[in-house]
């Protein structure tokens, strides 16, 4: 296998190229160049270079990443029969992608690279724009570039932006972080003679016409707090300002404890937005939980005992472990299957508990302990083979109950009556019916329909009073009759 040498022809034109890179480029005997947009191709031909080029390879395939790919093959074949000088604008080692393939290669054994000089754009890009990039900045690839990717607080240089339809995808991915009218710089041929910078409005990246392969989208950092709210680390930076000793108050005085009942408030309410079909009041409740668990993070941190890191980790590392059907070689046919390995998983997780039944109780639900009670007693057997045994149970209790109403104390009415419930909740576990939630939108319904008395009671005579009970229901039965149009 011949030796293939990597130049890089700098950012520009062939000025820009050192005296050592353009006789190397010279004495080569044979040239092939990624591509032939580069104004250093078009001096070199000039002075009567012959240069090949792999642009047919672009037109012939629809992603970038089979372009690379087949360009790396081309080149490493070529290199069987000659020694080979492939060219690729700016540095080799910068922003380069067939040039990284070439070297995972070269570290199997496959070829032999050498490693020539070249400028990359980024020397001449800081000049342009007057940018100190100790300041902080990123460097990404426009036909591979992703929203999380974006630091809004860094100077931030995204390069292989080709054409319109990769700026319109670089102009979409940054759209969903920044405001429409963000100013963007697009910087083409940086510190060659054709040198030039145009700011725009970040809606009209991909509405420019001169793009081509020296530009590179230059997108200014956000240093205001209000411009940057889609950034995880800008809410992180909101609840330590509120856990601050210069903060607020209330938030200081929290603990797990005291926060306890806001975060049941609070998914209950996001419930009852999903229950609705109300998009923006789940994005609300969504952004109250939210709320919460980074509340318990920052007073976790502010304790010295966790962080947000941690938590992070931890559900991470869980999800990896518990799902190897997407991360790992196991093979699932349904979700019944998922379930079963969740659960085989996680009792390798966790120490043998005494009982079946611990770590199951919900000290926030009644009816969820016993849904999780039930759930688990059934894994082990014990259970009716079908629901016809649940509703006979239901049937036995439910008539102890009566009758215990009739002749019982409140003590033994009160534990008759949580034997009924026990069933009920038997009976939901059958059906795969959630008991919280049914029990939820009973509630739901009822302050529903019971508003709607309240206004029939309102807007005629005034009082409960002045109503009796079969009027009353009337009201009730019209509420009905309304949700059913």
Same mark, same amino acid.
């Given at each position: @296998? ?40 078009v001096e070199l031909r000039a002075e009567g270079m012959a240069i090949e080029s792999f642009d047919d390879v672009y037109i012939e395939n629809d992603a970038f990443e089979q372009v690379y790919e087949e360009i790396t093959e081309k080149v490493v074949s070529m290199a069987k029969d000659r020694a080979v000088t492939y060219v690729v604008p700016g540095h080799p080692l910068v922003a380069e992608r067939t ?45 591979? @570039? ?5 630091? @809004? ?60 392969n020296l530009t590179t989208v230059y997108v200014p950092p956000v240093m205001e707090r209000e411009g940057r709210l889609k950034e995880w680390s800008t809410f992180r930076e909101i609840i330590a300002a509120l856990r601050a000793p210069d903060g607020c108050p209330w938030d200081r005085e929290q603990t797990h404890e005291s926060l306890k009942r806001y975060l049941i408030e609070e998914t209950h309410e ?37 962080? @947000? ?177």
């Open positions: @296998m011949n030796t293939i040498t990597i130049i890089g022809l700098g950012a520009g034109d062939l000025d820009q190229l050192s005296l050592g890179t353009y006789r190397k480029l010279k004495e080569a005997e044979f040239v092939v160049a990624r591509t032939d947009q580069h104004p250093a191709i040039v990284q393939l070439l070297i995972e290669k070269e570290r199997a054994g496959i070829v032999q690279l050498e490693i020539a000089g070249g400028n990359s754009f980024l020397d001449p890009i800081f000049a342009a724009l007057r940018i100190d990039p100790i300041e902080g900045f990123q460097l990404l690839d426009g036909t591979d @570039m992703k929203r999380d990717d974006v630091m @809004m607080t860094q100077h931030v240089l995204i390069g292989q932006v080709y054409d319109a339809f990769i700026a319109s995808e670089v102009k979409l991915s940054l759209m969903e972080k920044y405001a429409y009218d963000h100013p963007v710089t697009i910087v083409t041929a940086a510190g060659s003679s054709l040198e030039k910078l145009r700011t725009v409005p970040l809606f009209e990246l991909d509405r420019e016409t001169e793009i081509d996001l419930l009852e937005a999903i229950d609705q079909g109300d998009d923006e009041g789940i994005i609300e409740e969504l952004g109250d939980v939210l709320l919460q668990v980074f509340l318990h993070a920052q007073i976790g941190e502010d304790d010295g005992y966790f962080a @947000m890191e941690d938590v992070l980790q931890s559900v991470g590392d869980k999800m990896i472990r518990r799902h190897p059907h997407v991360f790992g070689d196991r093979n699932v046919e349904n979700s019944d299957e998922v379930l079963k390995n969740w659960q085989e998983i996680k009792k390798t997780e966790k120490p043998q508990a005494e009982s079946l039944l611990d770590g199951q109780a919900r000290h926030s639900s009644s009816l969820l302990t016993s849904f999780n009670y039930q759930k688990e007693a059934a894994k082990v057997g014990f259970d009716w083979p079908d629901i016809t045994g649940a509703f006979d149970k239901f049937e036995e209790e439910w008539q102890e109950f009566k009758d215990e109403v009739a002749n019982g104390t409140k003590q033994s009415q009160t534990d008759e009556l949580g034997d009924v419930l026990f069933t009920l909740v038997n009976l939901s576990r059958f059906l795969k019916l959630s008991p919280e939630e049914a029990m939820a939108h009973a509630n739901e319904k009822f302050k529903r329909r019971f508003s709607f008395v309240e206004q029939s009671v309102n807007n005629g005579r005034g009082e409960f009073s002045a109503y009796t009970l079969d009027e009353l229901e009337e009201f009730w039965q019209q509420a009905k009759g309304e949700e059913k149009k």
